[in-house]
């Protein structure tokens, strides 16, 4: 307990103390008894005395003064312990902290070495998510502009599409590389489930408290992928009829003609698309931001 106490104190603390108890011993010398000294001793005023107690505390000792009683003798002995016993200190306060800077350094280094082998890995991982988001953009881009309206040598996601432009989700893709039986909505929903696969290992692999916002984002992006997740559902329509006709025309057409306020409902058919339309619409600005987070990672 002592020891902690002692070495928790600076160098400066010691210090000060070392050099406090020279005019401290100068005085309280100034009032000794004049027999207290040798017949040769010259202790006139303070300042011979100061010369003394800085003599006797550097353990100098020229002998040009000298207690001759009990009580000079134990003072000049106190003192001079002390300072033997605060130079000591003092020494060790130093040497302490030059091993906690040192040891901060060698901390900070290695935080350092660590937190760039886990921005390589990142990097790397990257290099493998980049692509998906690139397909995943254009799955996007298919699901939010009606057939018509398709470009795929010009892409422009548009963050502020409307609920009716999602009308063609069921009719097959136009892009050339896709499997030409797979519809719109199969598309989105194979390219986000792939993204999610490698978020989730980008999560479990990488040390992301050093980017904790790309963490959060990527949390973020996992819980309302399954909060919204209607698949089941939506992709469930291709095998139902309402009536004579197919469940996919009939939601395709309700889609592309909805005018009314996008709210949940209770037991209403078209909740399956407005939690897509409100998915979509998060994981635009979802592919932004891990895209200038990566982008300021790699600068």
């Known amino acids: 307990m002592v020891m902690r106490y002692l070495n928790n104190k600076s160098p400066l603390f010691w210090g000060i103390l070392y050099f406090l108890i020279i005019p401290v011993f100068a005085t309280v010398f100034l009032f000794l008894p004049t027999e207290t000294w040798s017949a040769n001793s010259d202790l006139e005023n303070w300042w011979d005395c100061l010369y003394f107690s800085m003599v006797t505390i550097t353990t100098l000792g020229f002998g040009d003064i000298a207690p001759i009683t009990t009580l000079g003798r134990l ?32 901390k900070k280094k290695h935080e350092e070495n660590i937190r760039e082998k886990e921005r390589a890995k990142l990097l790397r991982h990257y290099k493998l998510i980049e692509p998906i988001i690139n397909e995943f953009i254009i799955a996007i881009y298919e699901i939010t502009t009606p057939l018509s309206n398709r470009n795929f040598a010009k892409i422009i996601i548009n963050e502020n599409f409307h609920f009716n432009d999602m009308s063609d989700l069921y009719y097959q893709s136009l892009k050339l590389a896709s499997n030409p039986t797979k519809t719109v909505i199969h598309n989105y929903y194979e390219v986000q489930n792939k993204l999610c696969h490698n978020i989730e290992r980008l999560l479990l692999e990488i040390d992301l408290s050093y980017w904790k916002n790309i963490e959060i984002a990527c949390l973020n992006f996992l819980q309302k992928c399954n909060e919204l997740d209607y698949s089941d559902s939506i992709l469930g329509n291709f095998k139902i009829k309402l009536g004579n006709q197919k469940a996919i025309d009939y939601y395709s057409a309700v889609i592309k003609k909805y005018t009314g306020k996008l709210q949940y409902r209770q037991s209403n058919t078209m909740n399956q698309f407005i939690a897509l339309y409100e998915l979509i619409k998060y994981n635009i600005r979802f592919i932004e931001e891990i895209r200038q987070d990566f982008d300021k990672i790699k600068a």
Request: aromatic residues 6%; negative net charge; glycine residues 6%.
């Open 75 to 106: 003072l000049v002995a106190i003192e001079t312990v002390s300072g033997v016993l605060f130079i000591g200190l003092f020494l060790n306060a130093l040497s302490l902290q030059q091993s906690k800077i040192i040891s901060e350094e060698e």
